[in-house]
Nanobody, 129 residues
Framework: QVQLVESGGGSVQSGGSLRLSCAASGYTYSSYCMGWFRQAPGKEREGVAAIDSDGSTSYADSVKGRFTISQDNAKNTLYLQMNSLKPEDTAMYYC???????????????????????WGQGTQVTVSS
């Protein structure tokens, strides 16, 4: 059974940094895409960053240059380094996974929420001005 557990959320002032982690267990696929989504109160869930098993990455325009997605295969852990945080980054952040190199299908675009079959419970990020 695949489980994704996020951690690292918290409260930070504008301009600060946080690193989110997503520990994956029961996930043994050689080809996969893992991503971070977020949902702010009253808004739809949106994609933030994604990474394929071949190392390809994709970012939402709103976070390019500020957020970095990475993975540690030895630890089965996905990370999201968030720098220069803004109040508009405040949201619940979710980790997602799918046993397919989704980025190869989107050719520079970003996978949709419905493309991912596995989800974590989320970790809250609050950025104050």
């Amino acid at each position: 059974q695949v489980q994704l557990v996020e951690s690292g959320g918290g409260s930070v002032q504008s301009g600060g940094s946080l690193r989110l982690s997503c520990a994956a267990s029961g996930y043994t696929y050689s080809s996969y895409c893992m991503g971070w989504f977020r949902q702010a109160p009253g808004k739809e869930r949106e994609g933030v960053a994604a990474i394929d098993s071949d190392g390809s990455t994709s970012y939402a325009d709103s976070v390019k240059g500020r957020f970095t997605i990475s993975q540690d295969n030895a630890k089965n852990t996905l990370y999201l380094q968030m720098n220069s945080l803004k109040p508009e980054d405040t949201a619940m952040y979710y980790c997602a996974a799918e046993p397919l190199n989704l980025l190869a299908y989107y050719s520079g675009g970003f996978p949709e929420e419905r493309d991912f079959g596995y989800w974590g419970q989320g970790t809250q990020v609050t950025v104050s001005s």
